[in-house]
């Protein structure tokens, strides 16, 4: 009995873009489902945790405020003390704030030199009209220890400069020198000071930490932990697009449903006339 040979069923071509659609789904799935993963992972961890704990607001006592009254000066003679000391081109900011226990004019100010402008800060007393230093090893503890809510104590310090902050630095980008006070509790707190500022702008902890490690993991910036452009995080999400896509085309082609042909009634066009016999007409 001669097999009945369907010529669409065996038609090499369906088979054959079912055949590169699998291996294209697999090789892409193998090389992207890891990073899918992290991401998972990460997403979760974003969206399970108290942005403020990762932040360690609760770590962080606000800056005091200042009474207008404890000033002696006015911010032009401030001004004018710290023209008569460096060239001041232009001045961004003049903040009264309190710099260990002291009211203290905080001058941000720019300077030229040669074709650029440096962005720099200075501390005016607005007691005396002196200029003060940046803070010293001593200042930046009685700064942290105001600014910090624990009772822990301080377990290390150090100065941060522009050398020894890199890329993947928890206090990068920051105004720098800044000094790092480290206390003893169990979120690994420290308390970064920047000598210029005169008092506590980050209080950084574990959570803080786990986050910006699942977040370079997230960006997929290995380099600097913060470029959401970069051309690796592109080229993984057009193959996570190729990926997904590949996955509906393999659906597609094996889904029984879908491949199901509706059935063709045959179709007669003419019928015999029945055959009479001659015997029956007699």
Avoid: C
Avoid at 140 to 162: I, Q
Avoid at 251 to 274: D, I, N, Q, Y
């Amino acid at each position: 009995m001669r097999k009945h040979h369907d010529p669409v069923m065996s038609s090499p071509r369906p088979r054959s873009v079912t055949y590169r659609a699998r291996r294209i789904h697999r090789w892409l799935g193998l090389l992207i489902g890891v990073q899918f993963v992290l991401w998972t992972v990460g997403g979760l961890y974003f969206s399970w945790t108290d942005l403020d704990a990762v932040h360690g607001d609760h770590l962080m006592r606000p800056a005091p405020a200042v009474d207008a009254d404890a000033a002696r000066i006015a911010p032009g003679a401030a001004l004018a003390a710290l023209r008569a000391r460096t060239r001041v081109d232009s001045v961004a900011a003049v903040e009264l704030a309190s710099v260990v226990g002291r009211p203290t004019y905080r001058v941000t100010y720019f300077a030229t030199d040669g074709a650029r402008a440096i962005k720099r800060r200075q501390l005016v007393d607005a007691t005396t009209g002196a200029l003060r230093g940046p803070l010293d090893r001593d200042e930046a503890v009685r700064a942290a220890r105001a600014a910090y809510r624990g009772a822990a104590p301080v377990t290390g310090v150090s100065l941060l400069t522009a050398d020894s902050v890199g890329a993947h630095h928890e206090f990068r980008e920051q105004p720098l020198p800044a000094w790092a006070v480290r206390f003893g509790d169990a979120e690994g707190a420290t308390a970064y000071v920047p000598a210029e500022l005169g008092q506590v702008l980050r209080i950084r902890n574990d959570r803080w930490r786990a986050f910006d490690f699942l977040w370079m993991l997230h960006t997929m910036d290995y380099a600097g932990r913060d470029d959401f452009n970069n051309l690796v995080l592109r080229a993984f999400s057009v193959l996570g697009l190729v990926t997904v896509g590949s996955g509906f085309l393999l659906f597609a082609l094996t889904s029984p449903t879908l491949r199901r042909r509706p059935r063709v009634e045959p179709t007669h066009h003419a019928h015999k006339a029945p055959v009479t016999n001659a015997a029956s007409r007699a």
